[in-house]
């Protein structure tokens, strides 16, 4: 399996505390069957991992792996939150985060806790447009989607994949989220699941999620869902 929202690398946003937290996570992954996993530190006002950051610290750790013979392989990628239009526009335009993976089809993209971004349809757009299909991370966890789910089918009909993290889905989010997040998967609107793993208690987890899923939408959607999450690398 491939984990696509990961904040493994350490030492650089609220992930991985340091080298022996990343390499414990990622031996925890491997025995969760995860073989692939993309690096997604935040790309926010408080964590601006840049990709020259990304790429430094991921070429550290994958080289702590082998050296350890952890088989996993890290992949680049950040978590772009719409912060406000101001920081939309500049670093879009700088390009100065990472997609996700090296062939650069996709970008995982994160709203606001406070309120939902009103220009995300046209963000959308300018990305699709432009070849770059966004990820939405843990639409579930929003209070605004979860309140008003045609924010998000407008979304989904516009192209983004949603991002279902595997924590909500086992209820560690709460409630509404676990259950927004089950809704999402018997709507067929589950594009992919992923971990959003900080740590060795907040760990990477996706089996458990896999198993909602499959319990939910059966063995045939499981096997398309595995299938659009690994032609992302
Ligand atoms: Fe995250």
Avoid at 60 to 80: C, K, S, T
């Amino acid at each position: 399996m491939i984990d696509i929202h990961c904040h493994i690398l350490h030492g650089v946003d609220d992930g991985a505390k340091d080298l022996e937290e990343s390499v414990a996570m990622a031996r925890i992954a491997y025995e969760d069957g995860i073989r692939d996993i993309i690096a997604t530190p935040h790309f926010n006002e408080l964590f601006l991992i840049t990709a020259d950051i990304v790429e430094r610290k991921l070429e550290e750790l994958q080289a702590e792996l082998d050296r350890r013979r952890v088989a996993i392989r890290l992949h680049p990628g950040n978590e772009f939150r719409l912060e406000n239009k101001a920081f939309i526009e500049a670093h879009l335009k700088q390009g100065d985060y990472r997609h996700l993976g090296r062939k650069k089809s996709h970008l995982l993209m994160e709203q606001r806790w406070t309120d939902y971004e009103a220009d995300s349809p046209e963000i959308v757009e300018r990305l699709l447009d432009a070849g770059v299909r966004p990820v939405l991370a843990h639409p579930e966890r929003h209070f605004f989607f979860r309140e008003d789910p045609a924010l998000l089918q407008r979304l989904i009909e516009l192209g983004i994949w949603t991002q279902v993290s595997a924590d909500s889905l086992i209820g560690v989010n709460g409630p509404e989220a676990q259950q927004f997040g089950r809704w999402l998967i018997e709507a067929g609107l589950a594009h992919t699941l992923a971990t959003d793993a900080h740590n060795v208690n907040r760990k990477p987890n996706l089996s458990a999620g896999m198993a909602v899923f499959e319990e939910i939408a059966g063995t045939e959607a499981r096997a398309a869902l595995e299938a659009r999450m690994n032609s992302i690398v």
